[in-house]
T-cell receptor
Framework: EDQVTQSPEALRLQEGESSSLNCSYTVSGLRGLFWYRQDPGKGPEFLFTLYSAGEEKEKERLKATLTKKESFLHITAPKPEDSATYLC????????????FGGGTRVLVKP | DSGVTQTPKHLITATGQRVTLRCSPR?????VYWYQQSLDQGLQFLIQYYNGEERAKGNILERFSAQQFPDLHSELNLSSLELGDSALYFCASSVDGRDIEQYFGPGTRLTVT
């Protein structure tokens, strides 16, 4: 069974204080690993897809990386508007298009 | 705005009742997915439809059913509602070809009292 574990559960940062979120996964045949951002009461917003170990993607202050067992979401010099829950999900070749999500990391950036 | 629309935004109903949630996918997307998000379970995949046909099933209860219509909109029917069914229900859509990213709608918050 595919499993995704995210850590930490919650992260409090000062504005400008860079940090990393971890997503550990177990999947039989990774088709893709996804990062989403979710604001309270809203739908997840797509950020990145990573397909193979060694791949990196960047968007503004966010950078996602992938190894064979985990992915990291680096937040560089965060701003208060980066406060959200960040969700990691995997899609396995054998599971069709189903996404298996981790529990998320709640990030709070204080000014 | 992802381009996926869901109605209604909020729904409050009593135990034992039946409700229907509606989803319109992004223009051009053939696949629709339903997910349930509760505080204790996180985001859980329920079911996928592709061009009108059921393609994959997750942990969907027998009291729940879904369908996708010829115009590609989808409905999720929840019956014999229990307190534990209170959750956010999200619809997502994808092209389902080379692109595998799923784009989520704003969700329907269901409260069962």
């Amino acid at each position: 069974e595919d499993q995704v574990t995210q850590s930490p559960e919650a992260l409090r940062l000062q504005e400008g204080e860079s940090s990393s979120l971890n997503c550990s996964y177990t999947v039989s045949g990774l088709r893709g690993l996804f990062w989403y951002r979710q604001d309270p009461g809203k739908g997840p917003e797509f950020l990145f897809t990573l397909y193979s170990a060694g791949e990196e993607k960047e968007k503004e202050r966010l950078k996602a990386t992938l190894t064979k067992k985990e992915s990291f979401l680096h937040i560089t010099a965060p701003k208060p508007e980066d406060s959200a829950t960040y969700l990691c999900a995997v899609q396995a070749w054998a599971a069709g298009n189903k996404l298996t999500f981790g529990g998320g990391t709640r990030v709070l950036v204080k000014p | 705005d992802s381009g996926v629309t869901q109605t209604p935004k909020h729904l409050i109903t009593a135990t034992g009742q039946r409700v229907t949630l509606r989803c319109s996918p992004r223009s051009g997307d053939l696949s629709v997915y339903w997910y349930q998000q509760s505080l204790d379970q996180g985001l859980q995949f329920l079911i996928q439809y592709y061009n009108g046909e059921e393609r994959a099933k997750g942990n969907i209860l027998e009291r729940f059913s879904a369908q996708q219509f010829p115009d590609l909109h989808s409905e999720l029917n929840l019956s014999s509602l229990e307190l534990g069914d209170s959750a956010l229900y999200f619809c997502a859509s994808s092209v389902d070809g080379r692109d595998i990213e799923q784009y989520f709608g704003p969700g329907t918050r269901l409260t069962v009292t």
